[in-house]
């Protein structure tokens, strides 16, 4: 699945700092080295405990974990809709972004200044929104004009759009992100060919300093951006960008050390990828075999063959049955053979709806 989450944020809130541990963790990376897709772009593996217990359960001669990638996008500073600082070079990549990782300044630290001069979140948060939507209502100004000429002809595709335009056009006006509006399932195709940079989903990333981390709870920057969060439906998770980097430089006996001494159970890198991941509806499934164990990226709602076809699209094509079996039975029987005899191994057909954490055996006929 070729989706990616691009990393946004101003100047010196650490939104470097917290793409160099990305980077340098995919480095470390055992069984999927880290792999520049270009200057910006880092790909890593996604945490999932499963795949380990599945590893123990099967013992196969390698294990593949499914990867993400993240897009390292040029700093904005305000009036980057009008091309203001690297403003053009910032809003053609987040085009190519499908979810917005917004690093936030949660930290006081003297010596890194801030590009406005103080530390105040909800306004950096409110600086970049603001040149999205202005990016956004300028895309919507220029179609508008034409899609309402042609509407007058009474034709019946330009009449939806036009009600579409119609409906996002104030919401823009009034400073608010287009994914702020409930749309209809007639509409979203509608949506979807507008390209708008605010109906991206996003993911705000508080990052506070290595003292506060343990707490952050109580960091009164993040308890403004966890409630600025919770009012348009997103989510939050609290990092230090700083420690994360020097996590990705140490081994996993170092690492489990390290995060005891800082207080917490995971890293920030392992719940941001996770987050991200999910937060573009992706799932998970396996498949699982002497040869190896590996966990395969899918949309959650596609069907079997669709998931098959993740693998190569022969299986896709000569698609018959997918035998399979979920996770949680799979630990608790042992083995395939014993969930078999359980009658927990299920054959599914065309119309089967894959489910996170499935084990699948495709079978095909090309």
Not at 56 to 69: A, G, H, N, R, S
Not at 156 to 162: D, G, H, N, P
Not at 289 to 300: L, M, N, P, S
Request: charged share 30%; aromatic share 8%.
């Amino acid at each position: 699945m070729a989706l990616t989450a691009g990393i946004v944020g101003l100047p010196n809130v650490g939104k470097s700092t917290l793409f160099n541990a990305i980077t340098k963790a995919g480095a470390e990376a055992a069984n999927y080295p880290f792999a520049t897709i270009d200057p910006n772009v880092g790909m890593v593996e996604v945490p999932d405990y499963r795949l380990q217990k599945l590893t123990e359960l099967v013992d196969p001669k390698k294990t593949v974990p499914t990867t993400f990638e993240f897009t390292d996008i040029a700093g904005i500073v305000r009036g980057a809709s009008k091309g203001e600082g690297l403003g053009n070079k910032f809003l053609s990549h987040i085009r190519q972004v499908d979810a917005i990782c917004h690093v936030v300044r949660c930290f006081d630290d003297d010596n890194i200044t801030h590009v406005e001069g103080r530390v105040d979140p909800l306004s950096d948060i409110e600086t970049i929104n603001l040149e999205l939507v202005l990016a956004d209502l300028e895309s919507i100004d220029k179609r508008y004009a034409r899609v309402a000429k042609v509407a007058k002809t009474k034709d019946k595709e330009a009449v939806a759009e036009l009600a579409v335009l119609d409906k996002i056009k104030p919401v823009l006006e009034a400073g608010k992100s287009a994914r702020s509006i409930e749309f209809t399932e007639e509409e979203m195709p509608l949506v979807k060919s507008l390209f708008l940079l605010t109906t991206k989903p996003v993911l705000y990333v508080a990052n506070v300093s290595e003292d506060e981390i343990a707490d952050a709870s109580n960091n009164p920057y993040v308890k403004k951006v966890k409630e600025f969060a919770a009012e348009e439906n997103a989510e939050v998770i609290v990092i230090c960008a700083r420690a994360e980097e020097e996590i990705a430089e140490l081994d996993e006996e170092d690492k489990v050390e390290f995060l005891e001494d800082l207080g917490i159970e995971e890293s920030g890198l392992d719940q941001l990828i996770r987050a991200a991941y999910h937060l573009l509806g992706l799932a998970t499934y396996f498949t699982a075999g002497v040869q190896e164990v590996r966990a395969w990226t899918f949309k959650q709602g596609m069907k079997a063959p669709q998931c098959a076809g993740v693998i190569h699209s022969d299986f896709e094509r000569g698609f018959i049955r997918a035998e399979t079996v979920s996770y949680e039975d799979l630990l608790q029987y042992g083995s395939m053979h014993a969930a078999k005899e359980a009658g927990k191994v299920r054959l599914e057909g065309k119309e089967y709806v894959v489910q996170d954490g499935d084990i699948m055996l495709f079978r095909f006929n090309v």
